[in-house]
């Protein structure tokens, strides 16, 4: 069932462990991590990025075939359909199509600006029942376009942005998107555990959760981080495993070429990663 993703993360940040969001970018990816969720009684998160949702004709297009897919596959476990370091007009698109849950990303605005537009987007998303993700610091890397030098958040900042009322916060603390560079130094526990302190029970989330240890994850999620963002571990999976099938000439191998059996084993290669990640952040059981 399509839910905002308010209570899936207030259960989760008071249970110990973390909702795990999988980002989408097409009806296979999108009917493996529901029916991963599924199998394993798991909340789930699907993000969609601006240039994701653009990939697939468009926001409304992601909606109707997420409700879509929850109806046909019989999905009874909490989804939530959420905006991925939204811009502004982007979330105000995500609102009109139908997402359940938004993310504003004005990190990269000066405080003020960022205070201002995301009191607006927190009044208009809780009038519908939308949950609303926003953003302090910036993440490391690139990500569809976003790009971030990977700041540390000022604690003071996030619990600026914390009383406004958003429903989970992201802070920076040295996490990256995409791959971990070989000198990468960790991330700051010392920034985490401060702005656990500044903002109270407020989930906080944890972008790119692609190779990150498993000890810094457990440890982040005792710091109070409730959502963990996973998008490159998928797609490298998904590449690795479709590599693999053309490289062995099955595509060649009776109609090996039908993209329903071209895409079959990348498709399980992304069920194989979810159940993973699931299984680390503690959610299986949990919906």
């Known amino acids: 069932m399509l839910v905002s993703a308010k209570e ?44 994701a949702g653009k990939y697939m004709t468009g926001f409304g297009t992601v909606a109707a075939m997420v409700k879509a897919m929850i109806d046909e596959l019989n999905i009874t476990v909490p989804v939530a359909l959420h905006l991925d370091h939204g811009t502004y007009d982007g979330c105000y698109k995500c609102i009109k199509a139908g997402f359940s849950s938004i993310m504003f990303d004005g990190s990269h605005y000066p405080i003020a600006e960022n205070v201002e537009k995301t009191t607006e987007l927190v009044h208009v998303a809780h009038q519908l029942g939308l949950s609303i993700e926003a953003e302090v610091g910036s993440i490391g890397g690139e990500e569809d376009g976003v790009v971030g030098m990977g700041e540390c958040a000022d604690p003071d900042e996030c619990k600026q942005i914390a009383d406004l009322g958003v429903d989970m916060l992201a802070a ?24 656990n302190e500044k903002v109270g029970d407020m989930p906080l989330v944890l972008h790119g959760g692609t190779g990150i240890p498993e000890d810094m994850i457990k440890k982040a999620i005792s710091l109070g981080v409730a959502k963990i ?38 498709a399980e290669a992304i069920k194989a990663t979810v159940r993973e990640k699931i299984e680390l952040f503690g959610s299986a059981n949990k919906a």
């Open 8 to 51: 899936m993360l207030q259960k989760a940040r008071e249970g110990k462990y973390a909702v795990g969001q999988f980002n989408i970018n097409n009806l296979e990816w999108t009917k493996a991590v529901l029916l991963t969720a599924q199998e394993m009684k798991s909340p789930v998160i699907l993000g969609v990025s601006e240039g």
């Open 172 to 195: 920076g603390i040295g996490n990256i998107h995409g791959k971990y560079p070989e000198n990468w130094t960790g991330l700051s526990f010392e920034t985490l555990a401060a702005v």
């Open 229 to 266: 963002n996973v998008n490159t571990e998928c797609q490298l999976s998904f590449a690795a495993a479709t590599r693999e099938y053309i490289e062995a000439g099955k595509d060649q191998q009776g109609k090996g070429f039908d993209p329903r059996k071209l895409l079959a084993p990348g």
